[in-house]
């Protein structure tokens, strides 16, 4: 990619380094959006970037993210998440939380 038509995918928004073309991955394009993964070099970070270009307007939208390229691509295809699925592991994470976190701290000393 040799031209960045937003600024969200120029430059990382956290430490303003400009992105090499190598940091900025196109994962996927449809319907006039584009999802990108941007890679900051200096601080590390990452950040998916959204483009959506309707009739002469362009907009983009950026999250922060600790998914590696390599995950985001192996997650694009994967099945979403529902609402109910999202309380039910509330409900279980409140009805289980000191079991959570003696198994949390379990993994962290291995
Ligand atoms: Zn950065």
Redesign the pocket.
């Known amino acids: 990619m040799s031209i960045h038509p937003s600024r969200l995918i120029a430059e990382?928004p956290?430490?303003h380094?400009p992105y090499s073309d190598e940091a900025v991955r196109l994962l996927r394009e449809f319907e006039g959006s584009r999802l990108f993964h941007c890679s900051?070099q200096?601080?590390g970070?990452s950040m998916m970037a959204l483009m959506l270009e309707r009739s002469g307007w362009m907009s983009t939208v950026g999250l922060v993210t600790d998914l590696e390229v390599a995950d985001a691509i192996r997650l694009e295809d994967a099945e979403a998440i529902t609402s109910d699925e999202c309380i039910r592991f509330t409900q279980v994470l409140e009805m289980k939380s000191g079991e959570f976190c003696r198994f949390l701290l379990g993994q962290a000393k291995k």
Do not use: P, S
């Open positions: 990382c956290l430490c380094t900051c200096k601080c970070r």
